[in-house]
Every structure is written in structure tokens, then in C-alpha cells.
């Protein structure tokens, strides 16, 4: 299937994160059709991992994630661009890694293999799955593929989501001495927290802090009971001096819930490609048992989870050019 066709077509089915199943689908239906042995693997929910093998020792796995943020946006294109929901993250990386597998099967190289897996948008539930599939010990190497400019990825930060409760006392607004505003609370708190640098690292750089979400209280009239607030660090070190940091600056007037944890990460540096060091997180740290890893991808991660969502039809070109570049200088040990 012609490259840029591939892409719009898989980007046609929607897959938000807990609705693969479509996806995940057709893309066994076709590597079947196209002669790769393929396994599904049952995640969660009729949610199910494609694994798809072009010869019973395969070394090199190309892999991505099938689901997407929402909302679903169809794909469009003009002359230069595809434009839509998976363009960059990660529907058109899944089109440059299949026909990338292609052309080494026509240059005769049979050691590859495909992992695509679910829910990486969330808690990494797919991956979490696929680490524990005996497939695994034959990998080598994986390269992972996210949106990193075409640049090969040597490093990603981590990735820790935490909630912050806070409980105060209700009462009739028009006498708040009377009961103890959570929300009141919640807003020191976080102020504290936002004004707290964070432990980091040289190689990983800084450990940032998002406050996505604030919710709480009953009534505007109602003196807030409760409140809490959701927080996302992208950790440039381990977890435990930053929750520990943390827990220092909340200093009990609330209470910090870790909901999941993925540390910092570095990947395989290879002489030749452009390098750099990404903030965000992948499926990588999940997928322990695949070899070593790497991380390249085309389109650009500001672009990606955006409703300008896009990426370049030459990048996508580019990107088969090199994965099948990185796979041959692995599979030949140089």
C-alpha cells in the first residue's frame, strides 16, 4: 500500500485510548495478508497488542502505540502535509514502520518483527502486556517509534502522575470562619509546590510540573469540603527525591497519591543519526525484556495531541529511509 494511502487509512479508524480494537484489527488482518505470522494479544476489554513476525528469529522489532488522544479528527492532506488525529502520534509511524519492514523483506532480510501496542496514551496497559510475551528474548533491538523530528532519541524523561486531596470542614458560605475551605487549602498548596524546584539531572535536564486538573467543593454557597488536584512531573531522576520533595512541601495539609510512575530512560546512541534528548515518555520503560532500545520517529511532538495535529509527507518518506538504515547497521553489528 502506497505510504501516504497507509497512513490516512489507518488514521480513518478511530482509536482512542480504550477503543483499539478496530485498528488493532485490521492491522492483523493485513500483516496476515501480507505473509508476517501474527499474534493478538488479548490486553483488556477486546483491546489486543499486534505482534507480527517475518521469520521465527527475529531480531529487530519496529514498534508504536495504535491508540490516539481524543477527540477523533479525520485525515485531510494537501500537497505537503496529512493532517489529523494520528498524523505525527502515531498512526503514520505504524505506515513508516510496515513499509519499512517491506523493503528489507525485498532485500531479502527475514530477522524483523512488528510490535504495535494499546493504551500508551494512559497507563501503557499494552506494553505492560507485551514485556511478559516469550517473543521477547529474541529481540535485540527495539526501535520505538514517536514523534522525535526524525532525530534518534537517546534519552526520554519519566513520567509520574500524582493526586493531591485535601479535606476542610463545610459550611454556610455567608459564615466560612465557621468551616475550613479545601479549595482555600488546595490553591497554598500548589502554589508552594509550583514555586519548589525539583531535583534534576544533567543528562535528562530539568523535572517539570503540570497541575492538569482541579476539582472540588458543592456549592458556590458551601464552604468547599473538599478539593483535590491532579498532578503529571516529568521526572529527570528517579521518583523518590521528588515525592519525597514533594511530601516535604505539602508537609500534611494534604495527601499526595502516587497513580503511576515510569523512570527517565536512555536509549542507544548510533553514530550518524541526529541525537537528542526528549521530555516525554514512551512505552519504553515498560518493555524491559525487548532488547536494547531506541527511539525514532517522524513529525514533531509539539504538533502531536494537538487539533493541528500534522506531519510532513517527506518526513514520513525520510522516516522509512531510516529505519531501514538503523535496522541493517544493527542486524549487521555496526
Given at each position: 500500500?502506497?505510504?501516504?494511502?497507509?497512513?490516512?487509512?489507518?488514521m480513518?479508524?478511530?482509536?482512542?485510548?480504550?477503543?483499539?480494537?478496530?485498528?488493532?484489527?485490521?492491522?492483523?488482518?493485513?500483516?496476515?495478508?501480507?505473509?508476517?505470522?501474527?499474534?493478538?494479544?488479548?490486553?483488556?476489554?477486546?483491546?489486543?497488542?499486534?505482534?507480527?513476525?517475518?521469520?521465527?528469529?527475529?531480531?529487530?522489532?519496529?514498534?508504536?502505540?495504535?491508540?490516539?488522544?481524543?477527540?477523533?479528527?479525520?485525515?485531510?492532506?494537501?500537497?505537503?502535509?496529512?493532517?489529523?488525529?494520528?498524523s505525527?502520534?502515531?498512526?503514520?509511524?505504524?505506515?513508516?514502520?510496515?513499509?519499512?519492514?517491506?523493503?528489507?523483506?525485498?532485500?531479502?532480510?527475514?530477522?524483523?518483527?512488528?510490535?504495535?501496542?494499546?493504551?500508551?496514551?494512559?497507563?501503557?496497559?499494552?506494553?505492560?502486556?507485551?514485556?511478559?510475551?516469550?517473543?521477547?528474548?529474541?529481540?535485540?533491538?527495539?526501535?520505538?517509534?514517536?514523534?522525535?523530528?526524525?532525530?534518534?532519541?537517546?534519552?526520554?524523561?519519566?513520567?509520574?502522575?500524582?493526586?493531591?486531596?485535601?479535606?476542610?470542614?463545610?459550611?454556610?458560605?455567608?459564615?466560612?470562619?465557621m468551616?475550613?475551605?479545601?479549595?482555600?487549602?488546595?490553591?497554598?498548596?500548589?502554589?508552594?509546590?509550583?514555586?519548589?524546584?525539583?531535583?534534576?539531572?544533567?543528562?535528562?535536564?530539568?523535572?517539570?510540573?503540570?497541575?492538569?486538573?482541579?476539582?472540588?467543593?458543592?456549592?458556590t454557597?458551601?464552604?468547599?469540603?473538599?478539593?483535590?488536584?491532579?498532578?503529571h512531573?516529568?521526572l529527570?531522576?528517579?521518583?523518590?527525591?521528588?515525592?519525597?520533595k514533594?511530601?516535604?512541601?505539602?508537609?500534611?495539609?494534604?495527601?499526595?497519591?502516587?497513580?503511576?510512575?515510569?523512570?527517565?530512560?536512555?536509549?542507544?546512541?548510533?553514530?550518524?543519526?541526529?541525537?537528542?534528548?526528549?521530555?516525554?515518555?514512551?512505552?519504553?520503560?515498560?518493555?524491559?525484556?525487548?532488547?536494547?532500545?531506541?527511539?525514532?520517529?517522524?513529525?514533531?511532538?509539539?504538533?502531536?495531541?494537538?487539533?493541528?495535529?500534522?506531519?510532513?509527507?517527506?518526513?514520513?518518506?525520510?522516516?522509512?529511509?531510516?529505519?531501514?538504515?538503523?535496522?541493517?547497521?544493527?542486524?549487521?553489528?555496526?
Open positions: 500500500m502506497d505510504l501516504f494511502e497507509f497512513t490516512k487509512k489507518l480513518s479508524i478511530p482509536s482512542v485510548s480504550g477503543e483499539e480494537q478496530a485498528v488493532g484489527a485490521f492491522l492483523g488482518e493485513y500483516l496476515t495478508s501480507l505473509g508476517y505470522l501474527v499474534e493478538l494479544q488479548e490486553v483488556v476489554d477486546g483491546r489486543k497488542n499486534v505482534i507480527a513476525i517475518a521469520s521465527d528469529s527475529p531480531e529487530v522489532f519496529l514498534s508504536t502505540h495504535m491508540d490516539t488522544v481524543p477527540p477523533f479528527i479525520p485525515p485531510t492532506e494537501d500537497e505537503e502535509k496529512i493532517y489529523g488525529r494520528g505525527c502520534d502515531a498512526k503514520g509511524i505504524i505506515a513508516s514502520q510496515i513499509i519499512a519492514a517491506e523493503r528489507l523483506r525485498s532485500e531479502g532480510e527475514a530477522r524483523i518483527g512488528l510490535l504495535f501496542t494499546v493504551d500508551e496514551e494512559e497507563s501503557s496497559l499494552g506494553s505492560k502486556a507485551a514485556n511478559d510475551l516469550p517473543i521477547a528474548s529474541k529481540c535485540r533491538y527495539l526501535i520505538n517509534g514517536e514523534p522525535t523530528d526524525n532525530e534518534l532519541g537517546i534519552g526520554s524523561k519519566g513520567s509520574l502522575r500524582m493526586l493531591l486531596k485535601v479535606k476542610g470542614k463545610a459550611a454556610h458560605s455567608a459564615y466560612p470562619e468551616g475550613d475551605s479545601a479549595i482555600d487549602r488546595i490553591v497554598e498548596i500548589l502554589h508552594d509546590i509550583r514555586s519548589t524546584g525539583l531535583p534534576g539531572d544533567e543528562f535528562f535536564g530539568e523535572t517539570t510540573l503540570n497541575v492538569g486538573t482541579i476539582s472540588g467543593g458543592l456549592k454557597n458551601v464552604v468547599a469540603p473538599f478539593a483535590e488536584a491532579g498532578l512531573i516529568r529527570a531522576t528517579d521518583d523518590g527525591p521528588v515525592i519525597a514533594l511530601e516535604e512541601v505539602v508537609s500534611g495539609r494534604g495527601e499526595l497519591e502516587t497513580m503511576s510512575c515510569s523512570l527517565p530512560v536512555k536509549m542507544l546512541p548510533v553514530e550518524g543519526f541526529r541525537q537528542k534528548v526528549v521530555r516525554f515518555t514512551t512505552d519504553i520503560p515498560q518493555l524491559t525484556n525487548w532488547g536494547t532500545p531506541l527511539l525514532l520517529g517522524p513529525g514533531s511532538i509539539l504538533d502531536a495531541h494537538t487539533s493541528h495535529e500534522f506531519v510532513k509527507k517527506a518526513d514520513l518518506e525520510s522516516a522509512v529511509e531510516l529505519y531501514v538504515d538503523l535496522a541493517v547497521r544493527l542486524l549487521e553489528g555496526n
